[in-house]
């Protein structure tokens, strides 16, 4: 009995083992999402983007890139018309979020919104007008051929209401694409 005690030691010892690199791989591939928003529109937009933390300016033809943690909800918008001093207090004319350049938390209406869930076995993202209009926007996940579009108030690829459930899935560890005024 001692000897069969023994030889199951080294066995429990490498499928512990073995269960500890699973999962540090796996954790390794679901560390984040790569977000690049980029401005096509012919005027300065202000992204925000929560919980990442951030607001920017872009100017037409610019791009923002930030990275997502797994296991993160969000959402970015672009504010209109910004004025800040060089504290970073300010305000816009739509989608301000409580006068900060960097907000952290979301933006007054009106402002379109590209809301995703990051992590798990797969990504959810989708477009929101729930809180109003105000840029044309693409929003699309690396991987799939079909970019979500919304050009207009009315746009049908977004849910208008809360709970309305037009949300694309796409697979884990993935990038995503934010283009306002797209051409």
């Known amino acids: 009995?001692?000897?069969?005690?023994?030889?199951?030691r080294p066995a429990a010892a490498l499928s512990l083992l073995l269960l500890v690199l699973v999962a540090l791989i796996t954790a390794g591939k679901a560390s984040a999402a790569t977000f690049q928003v980029t401005n096509l529109c012919p005027l300065t937009v202000w992204p925000a983007a929560i919980p990442a933390g951030g607001g920017t300016q872009l100017e037409?033809?610019?791009?923002?890139?930030?990275?997502?943690?797994?296991?993160?909800?969000?959402?970015?918008w672009g504010r209109t018309a910004c004025r800040f001093a060089p504290s970073g207090h300010g305000w816009c004319a739509s989608g301000d979020c409580a006068g900060a350049l960097r907000c952290?938390?979301?933006g007054k209406p009106p402002a379109t919104?590209?809301?995703?869930?990051?992590?798990?076995?797969?990504?959810?993202?989708?477009?929101?007008?729930?809180?109003g209009f105000n840029l044309p926007i693409d929003f699309r996940c690396d991987?799939?051929?079909?970019?979500?579009?919304?050009?207009?108030?009315?746009?049908?690829?977004a849910n208008h209401h809360p709970g309305e459930g037009k949300v694309r899935r796409c697979k884990a560890?993935?990038?995503?694409?934010?283009?306002?005024?797209p051409k």
Not at 143 to 157: A, D, F, K, L, S
């Open 143 to 157: 991987g799939e051929v079909h970019t979500i579009r919304c050009r207009n108030p009315g746009c049908p690829y």
């Open 60 to 76: 037409p033809g610019q791009t923002w890139l930030f990275k997502v943690p797994a296991g993160t909800a969000g959402r970015v």
């Open 1 to 8: 009995m001692a000897g069969g005690s023994r030889s199951r």
């Open 173 to 181: 560890d993935s990038d995503y694409h934010v283009v306002f005024c």
């Open 104 to 106: 952290q938390l979301s």
């Open 113 to 131: 919104l590209a809301e995703f869930t990051i992590g798990g076995a797969a990504d959810f993202y989708d477009l929101s007008v729930v809180d």
